[in-house]
């Protein structure tokens, strides 16, 4: 996998990578989400999707998508943004969003013991 080969080639590097696929960058360090041209958000995989939990991804001006199911719980700590890192991974599905969830824990995870 190109991802693997960039992390043995450059393992104490800076690398800046534009992907369009969430995948692809499930286990860098930072991301930057960007909508219109401008940062939406920043940080790790895990801390993004951590942020809002699962749930339904509101509108930017705040109000909630009434077409979308609401499985969010009182829990969540806010409600969902469209452009959300969280949300895009939502839109993937239940099974890829899950497999995408477990591998940015286990790149944090992996990234707290070094």
Aim: proline share 7%.
């Amino acid at each position: 996998m190109v991802q693997q080969a960039i992390h043995k080639a450059f393992p104490a590097s800076t690398v800046i990578m534009v992907a369009h696929r969430i995948l692809t960058v499930i286990d860098c360090h930072q991301i930057l989400v960007m909508a219109d041209g401008k940062i939406t958000e920043a940080g790790h995989p895990h801390e993004l999707l951590s942020k809002y939990g699962t749930g339904i991804a509101g509108k930017e001006d705040g109000h909630v998508d009434t077409m979308t199911p609401n499985t969010s719980t009182p829990t969540d700590p806010l409600p969902m943004p469209k452009n959300s890192f969280a949300a895009m991974v939502e839109q993937l599905g239940p099974t890829m969003a899950s497999k995408l969830r477990r591998l940015a824990a286990a790149a944090w995870q992996d990234q707290q013991q070094k």
